[in-house]
């Protein structure tokens, strides 16, 4: 008989909003690692990329905050604005019938509205760790008072946050919560590094149970899962673009819902604009848009209303689209483990997905290494071939990507053009201020002497 939420000793409610949610049985992830944290042991766990690690630390904190609900109870940290909000709404999901106060510190969102939510301690705090930082640093003792009672501790992705990008950060955010003796700590991710399994050597407070680690499938060596095909073409670089445009029109992908995954913020505009100018559905997510625009261009994709998603590797890691059927590498990344949490977007939960990489002779290097990491060769894509490309896509997208330059270059100018009023502006008002204050310094002068 199959194992469920309640054997495992989640919440009554709790096991009603899952079933409210369609969420009957248990994962691998979360049978293993829910009875271990409401057994007060410190977690690591180790799944891949869809098979449910939000909830395996998300369902014991909840149950254990309705045993008691005051107070800030948990903080989750995790790398990206996107994934803070995925997990704040799964949270919130899972708590609606329950009074559950949920807040998002990110960057991109006013400090001054988060100084106000983060003063009235919500139940759990869901942040990237550098605006949480400057929070602790600014905002005053009043404000967060809160995380130094915090319980729970999670780091989600925490391969990533544990390097040296966010060292600081993390530490900053540490010195505001309880001794880790104090509180219990869980590390999520998918890929456990040697530095994530050494946590787990560490000695343990007196009084506190052992460190659990479990990993599903052994994760380092089932990097991709079985029911995703990886691909792909083989093309000069100066033509990536007229190949993107054929594969993306191809008849078998039309009404697929995909992610194109490039390596920098401009090569993501300018490929936006490009296919948006083909006729394509497509929309944006990168690092230089504004927090807005990157919740806004997160929701159009996962409900749908933009089928294409041009990304760099914001979109990488955790984000939960279940509709993505391909996922397209128009450049491919330099590490291994990034192609994996790119690629992972895809044949989530057991379904099938299709992952294809434009490849040019610069990237022979890289291939390797990404076959070797994963286990299995790239087969070649047949279905886009060169004589297809010249018929259908070169001369079609090539006045597309000349018009995208040319209004990117525009967009730039009036950027530099206004950056040069203000800079203007600001000489002139400083210029104006010290001309007041010297004949203030005259007149009061003059006043001295009579």
Known sequence: MAVTFQDLGVAKWLVEALTAMKIYTPTAIQAACIPKVLNGHDCIGGAQTGSGKTIA????????????????????????????????EQFQALGANANLKVIVIVGGE??????????KCPHFVIATPGRLADHILSSGEDVIRGLRRVKYLV???????????????????????PPPSQRQNMLFTATVTD???AIKEKPVAAGKPEFFIHEVDTVDKVAIPSTLSISYIFLPSNVKAYYLHCLMTLEEHTNKSAIIFVNRTYTAELITRTLSRLGLNVTSLNSDLKQADRTSSYHRFKSGAARILVATDVASRGLDIPQVALVVNYDLPADPDDYIHRVGRTARAGRKGESISLV???DIERVLAIEERVGKKMEKYEEVSENKVIANSMKVTS?????AEMEMEKAENTIREKKKINKRKHASEFVLAAQQDKRKVVKKGNLVTK
């Open 399 to 403: 006045v597309a990507l000349r018009e």
């Open 57 to 88: 630390f998300a369902a014991p904190m909840l149950t254990r905050w309705s045993e008691n609900p005051s107070g800030v109870f948990g903080l989750v940290l995790t790398p990206t604005r996107e994934l803070a909000y995925q997990i704040a």
């Open 155 to 177: 780091l989600d992705e925490a391969d990533r946050l544990l390097t040296n990008s966010f060292a600081d950060h993390l530490d900053t955010c540490f010195s505001a919560l």
């Open 195 to 197: 530095s994530i399994r």
């Open 360 to 362: 040019s002779e610069k």
């Open 110 to 119: 006013d400090m001054t509205a988060q100084t106000l939510e983060l003063a």
